[in-house]
């Protein structure tokens, strides 16, 4: 049901002369579906993905091909419903979850993103046909006498979002540009920024951060002790609005504590039992939607938990440890975290213990090897 494994770190590996892992077994099968929008606006699923396509007389506008498996599956899908070629893809952003998989197309169509994307899709080599048409702020794509407008909405979930309207079906795709609950980029905020900005309440756009922040969580006061975490219960719905009973969820106190036993008080990656150097690790950070609960938890040795976060590192569905080589590449070093390449996670036997796959998923998708991104 998964996407299939980031295979990103293999070039520094194979330099290292680290043998990887065989891929996982094959996941179970995506969840697939072709519904109609409007008109000849088609949406298409897979599985948490969606992207549109657009049927004309002369061909299909297609729109982001998800993956590999994904894309296949809709070119035949197509070509048994449709009976046409597709003759565009256009990519929403670069981000490979939404992408992978264009060669599919690759026969037929034309590939179409803002020129940031395509940038970056060469640099980090994103699994997918680079795009052959570029654009910096608008472009329409005629076809079979449809048309579709392609706007860039500036810096927001990436550099190189675009939304993708369809006037006479009165639609508007956009991906990822609007994160429910996510907090607000202030003007201020540098695409080159890394990690690690601070503002002051001081400065307006400290003010603001903070406005939207206590509008999602309430007015808890300037601490987030452990207190605080614990009375926020944020229930599956409605996570930061109105205050309404649901069952009590960890703080992050209680958290560290059920994670470090879950795991039996090992690293789930190193085995290491050196308790002070051990952390409960989020999958899904508090602050991007994650829980403080025993399936969004791992628990980690320090140094392997700061690389998680920052994307270096990560754990697949299928419960093992990837690391990006950009760990060689940025820091010409991370012997020993190759070794640990490919390996398997020791996760707790309880399955409703484990880490939940969609969450590991999610950093895959979107945290690994992304480390640089907000
Ligand atoms: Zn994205």
């Not at 702020?137 to 449809?146: A, N, P, S, V, Y």
Request: charged share 25%.
């Amino acid at each position: 049901m998964y996407k299939s494994i980031p295979r990103l770190g293999l070039a520094a590996i194979a330099a290292l002369g680290v043998i990887a892992a065989p891929p996982p077994a094959e996941a179970q099968e995506a969840k697939r579906a072709i519904v109609k929008v409007a008109g000849d606006l088609y949406r298409f699923q897979n599985n948490f993905h969606y992207s549109v396509f657009l049927v004309t007389p002369e061909g299909v506008i297609a729109t982001d091909p998800i993956n590999a498996g994904a894309a296949k599956w809709l070119k035949a899908e197509i070509a048994k419903r449709f009976k046409v070629p597709v003759k565009y893809v256009i990519y929403s952003h670069d981000h490979r979850d939404h992408i992978a998989g264009g060669e599919v197309f690759a026969d037929t169509a034309t590939f179409v993103a803002h020129e940031n994307a395509k940038a970056t899709i060469i640099g980090e080599k994103r699994p997918t046909a680079v795009p052959d048409v570029t654009f910096a702020e608008r472009m329409d794509i005629e076809l079979g006498g449809k048309r579709v407008e392609l706007t860039y909405v500036g810096p927001s979930h990436s550099d190189n979002s675009i939304v993708m309207r369809f006037p006479a079906e009165r639609a508007l795709f956009a991906v990822d540009i609007v994160t429910v609950n996510r907090l607000p980029i202030p003007d201020s905020w540098s695409r080159q920024i890394v990690v690690g900005k601070k503002f002051g309440l001081e400065d307006p756009d400290g003010k603001y951060l903070w406005d939207s922040f206590q509008s999602r969580y309430g007015n808890f006061g300037s601490g987030l002790s452990d207190n605080f975490q614990d009375s926020l219960s944020p229930s599956e719905s409605d996570r930061y609005g109105k205050p309404q009973l649901v069952p009590p969820r960890l703080g992050q106190g209680s958290f560290r504590l059920v994670v470090m036993d879950a795991y039996q008080r090992r690293c789930a990656v190193t085995g290491e039992k050196t308790l002070p150097a051990l952390e409960a690790a989020h999958i899904r950070p508090f602050a991007e939607g994650g829980k403080h609960e025993i399936r969004n938890g791992i628990f980690l040795r320090r140094d392997v938990h700061r690389l998680f976060d920052l994307g270096y590192v990560t754990i697949t569905p299928s419960q093992r440890f990837e690391v990006s080589r950009r760990i060689k590449e940025e820091f010409e070093n991370g012997r020993d975290y190759y070794a640990l390449h490919g390996r398997e996670v020791a996760v707790p036997r309880a399955k409703n213990k484990q880490p939940a796959a969609e969450l590991l998923d999610w950093h895959n998708n979107e945290r690994f090897k992304n480390g640089f991104e907000i």
